[in-house]
């Protein structure tokens, strides 16, 4: 707005002590409204300091506010207005296959198969990336590594049992395709508890899913997990085998006895 | 002009104790200058890049797509791992192994390669210049051949130009081991099989660098471990550097 910064100075401690006394210009052609908001945003004492409650109050900052309602997913921010926009913007995107060199977009065209999402099938290497010795987010966060597990539980009921558990704690759910974004809204230091879970094709009859934290506290995260996802999501996998029939093929014989044997294995890794 | 004959006899005042004093202590400050450069000898820290100059910041950020001030937060990064484990400035493989899996202890083969490509000069530890070298390949705006090379030599454990048959499966049975999980030996070659119809296009047996660089752009996600978003906004995460910059980016 003023078109310079308001602490500045070519000598660093000079530039310091400006910021340590809060000593600033606002231009001239500011309001009084906004220099008196200003004085008090950039206030040195921060028990006196403007809060966030006490800005959105303020009559300069209320001119002409729209109120946005946002959330993250893939790592973006997500404006809730465009929802509908995205919506039929992603049918549109999968058509087109151009790969531009630093924007990847790292979701697998999806295939529709009479409305219901078909999940992206991973190969060997898919498998290799899961592993945390090669996923160098962790220098830089401690958030902790998702945990997966192999299911032979339809995609459908995967997806409605996930809505099912964030009913229960009145979490709000968004989908897409295959990826289930389950969030809290009791807010914490680091922002209400959010749970990304998506689920991949392994083979024709088995699937992985992928849990991980997006958002949050780390603790309540892993309390989550361990006493509501995982105990509910496991029920389903030996429950649904039963029920599901068995396929004709060699292959698939090998497959359902596996599914049938006491599994949920969690992939790497379970920070315990 | 008067007080000379005055300063003359005070000189001669000083008593014996004070002269011998005044005789000693330069010896005093030469000894003193000694022993603390041979002090310097035994102390890593001087040598190490803990020193970094300011000048080694504008090399290394002109040579990889770093920023001054991103390299400076990058350091930040380095020195807090570097010395979590054995304090010299470098980091060894533990100290990284803590890093990723923290735990200091237990043998991880992706950990391996991923430290070994690191370690450009083979010594073992990872200094500053290999680390900023290395992490710049995982900026978002690195060109992607960068990191579909980076991969490639990632999964090519015997370094043999070729990822073969076998590495696959060594690293897909070492995955599924980390976590305990039983997969059949039927169902793992059905995921092999069905991976390199897809990437091994003369069906030689194992993938060459063209075959992977075309299967990647068909699978981008397989270098989704390949870009830390992070990077972009790494002077934020270190914010402590702004008490050490001398430049303004």
Avoid at chain 1, 135 to 156: I, M, N, Q
Avoid at chain 1, 167 to 182: G, N
Avoid at chain 2, 15 to 27: D, K, L, N, R
């Amino acid at each position: 707005m003023a078109g310079y910064l308001p602490f500045h100075d070519r000598n660093v401690m000079a530039m310091y002590k400006k910021i340590y006394r809060g000593e600033f210009r606002c231009p001239r052609w500011f309001s009084a409204e906004l220099t008196r908001l200003l004085s008090k945003l950039l206030e040195t004492n921060p028990e006196k300091r403007f809060t966030f409650p006490e800005i959105m109050e303020n009559s300069w900052f209320k001119k002409g506010f729209k109120h946005i309602k946002f959330y993250v997913e893939d790592d973006k921010l997500c404006n809730v207005v465009d929802d509908d926009e995205l919506e039929s913007e992603s049918v549109e995107s999968d058509r087109d296959s151009a790969v531009s060199e630093s924007e990847i977009e790292y979701l697998e065209p999806r295939r529709r198969v009479g409305g219901l999402p078909r999940p992206a099938s991973l190969n060997a290497f898919d498998i290799i990336s899961f592993s945390q010795g090669f996923d160098l987010s962790g220098l830089f966060d401690d958030d902790g590594e998702g945990s997966r597990f192999v299911s032979g539980a339809p995609v459908s009921k995967i997806i409605s049992k996930l809505e099912e558990i964030a009913k229960v704690v009145s979490f709000t759910v968004r989908k897409k395709d295959c990826r289930v974004s389950l969030e809290g809204s009791r807010q914490g230091v680091k922002g209400p508890l959010t749970i990304a879970a998506e689920i991949f094709e392994l083979t024709p009859s088995l699937v992985v899913v992928e849990v991980k934290k997006k958002g949050g506290d780390k603790t309540e995260y892993e309390e989550f997990c361990n006493n509501e996802l995982k105990p509910k999501l496991q029920n389903l996998t030996a429950d649904d085998v039963v029920a599901e029939p068995v396929m004709v093929s060699a292959v698939d014989e090998t497959e359902t006895a596996i599914a049938n044997s006491p599994p949920v294995c969690f992939l790497p890794s379970d920070t315990e | 002009m008067e007080d000379w004959p005055q300063v003359s006899s005070r000189s001669s005042s000083l008593t014996v104790g004070e002269q011998i004093c005044a005789v000693f202590i330069p010896f005093f400050a030469i000894i003193d200058v000694l022993i603390s450069s041979v002090g310097q000898c035994f102390d890593y820290r001087s040598t190490s890049p803990r020193s970094c100059q300011h000048a080694d910041l504008e090399r290394l950020a002109r040579e990889s797509r770093f920023s001054v001030n991103e390299v400076e937060a990058l350091y930040e990064l380095f020195k807090k791992l570097s010395c979590s484990i054995i304090d010299d400035g470098l980091i060894h493989k533990e100290e990284l192994r803590l890093a990723l899996f923290q735990a200091p202890y237990g043998e991880n083969l992706f950990l391996d390669r991923v430290f070994d490509l690191f370690d450009e000069k083979k010594n073992g530890v990872i200094e500053f210049e290999e680390f900023i070298h290395a992490l710049s390949v995982f900026h978002p705006y690195a060109p992607i051949e960068e990191k579909i090379d980076f991969a490639f030599r990632l999964y090519d454990l015997r370094q043999t130009g070729f990822i073969e048959r076998e590495e696959v499966q060594q690293m897909v049975s070492a995955i599924l081991m980390e976590s305990d999980m039983m997969l059949s030996d039927e169902l793992l070659t059905m995921i092999i099989d069905k991976t390199f119809a897809d990437a091994d296009s003369d069906k030689d047996g194992k993938i060459n660098k063209e075959e992977w660089k075309a299967y990647v752009l068909k699978h981008p996600s397989l270098l989704k471990n390949m870009t830390l978003p992070y990077l972009k906004d790494v002077t934020t995460a270190f914010p402590s550097f702004i008490f050490n910059t001398e430049v303004e980016d």
